[in-house]
């Protein structure tokens, strides 16, 4: 294990001077990806019709592609899952993954491409523990094994040659075998459907690992490790698991389990590194583990950022920036292109700049998720901070919140109503 271990950690540290190389130069790293981009996908259908062959540099490539949604998307993805080729990117897809539902209220189903899980989603796993070596130093995190609470995936109703499911089922079906090596619990587990009976079984298969690393969304994880802990009838995680050391986190506001999991882990101080991870492709990394809730946005992977200011939200044509010229503090709404056949399309999150070298953001909320009824912007992230506030002066739990704006009207001043 030792040997094996000693042999990835030195292969993830060489990726290290690339990653500083684009800590000072994304700008130019995104040029490369729209060319990269353009280049494979003017042989898609979606590139013949915008004639992607014939264009030059970003402004060419904005005036032309609309911004587009799922909705929008949707009748394509449907070509595609029926086992059409090259109708957005060249080639077959063979993989959707299952995200959260639609305005409609449904799944979504989001291509996957063989380009996509190589060059994205997997680089974005290596990438993350380069960055975590680079940040402890003489970390023993691949002496042991990652436990991942993943999701489950199954063979698609319409088109049996298609795999669908939750992303994270995908990329560890498909993971190489020395990544395999290196994870916990079997795939047959992992993948299990029913959570209940997947918490019990990956408990129970896992007690005498040599788990040094978490990675999942922080609500299933904490009932993990209280399940763990109950069945080896222990006080704390590290008499189970002693060399933990690493919590891998995304997909929600990691804030309000911090306490919880620094409970749960009393005997030993345990990292944490935020990733930013969807269905739609694998976009940053926490670089630097003393900067909570700031990723760096990593920008070799396929996937070409544009950023729409809030106020340009719901306009057919809204304005748009490239990376090149975002504003720190900004609330911006991410909008991407990939080489998955995703074109100028917007993945429903909002973002804020903390710093353009490296590129950092924060995650600030979601496109549908905020009220500017009289240009006050009120985005989830403040609204969460302002609750966080309120509940340390109350002493106080909240469980979920809602909000919505009360309009101007000739007998009073506009406002916000809350339920909490």
Known sequence: ????????????????????????????????????????????????????????????????????????????????????????????????????????????????????????????????????????????????KNLAVGGSMSRSLTNDKVMVGDVSALIMSKLPSWAQFLRTPSLEIALMSDWESKIEKIAQSTLKENVTSLSGVPTWTVVLLKKVVEMAGAKHIHEVWPNLELFIHGAVNFDPYREIFNTLTPARKINYLETFNASEGYFAIQDDISLP??????????????????????????????????????????????????????????????????????????TKQFINAFGEELIVENAEAALAVACKESNSKVVNFTAGPIYLNVEGKGAHQWLI
């Open 293 to 366: 809730n700031e990723m760096m946005l990593m920008l070799d992977y396929g996937i070409f950022y544009e950023f729409i200011p809030m106020e340009e939200i719901g306009r057919e044509y809204p304005n748009s920036v490239s990376i090149a010229d975002v504003e720190i503090g900004r609330n911006y709404a991410m909008a991407i292109s990939t080489n998955a056949g995703l074109w100028r399309y917007m993945i429903g999150d909002t973002v804020r700049f903390t710093s353009k070298n490296p590129y950092r953001i924060k995650i600030s909320g979601r």
């Open 1 to 144: 294990m030792n040997l094996i271990s000693s042999v990835i950690t030195w292969a993830m540290r060489q990726r290290i001077a690339r990653l500083r190389e684009m800590r000072r130069n994304g700008a130019a790293f995104q040029e490369k990806q729209l060319s990269l981009l353009l280049t494979k996908g003017q042989h898609s259908e979606w590139g013949k019709k915008y004639k992607y062959k014939e264009v030059r540099n970003y402004q060419e490539f904005a005036s032309r592609t609309p911004v587009n949604t799922y909705e929008d998307f949707q009748p394509a993805f449907e070509r595609v899952m029926a086992g059409e080729q090259s109708v957005l990117w060249p080639g077959v897809i063979s993989m959707f993954s299952k995200s959260s539902g639609t305005t409609a209220g449904r799944s979504k189903f989001i291509p996957v491409s063989k380009d996509a899980l190589y060059n994205c989603h997997y680089q974005g796993g290596r990438d993350m523990i380069s960055l975590y070596l680079e940040n402890i130093e003489g970390s023993t995190v691949l002496n042991g």
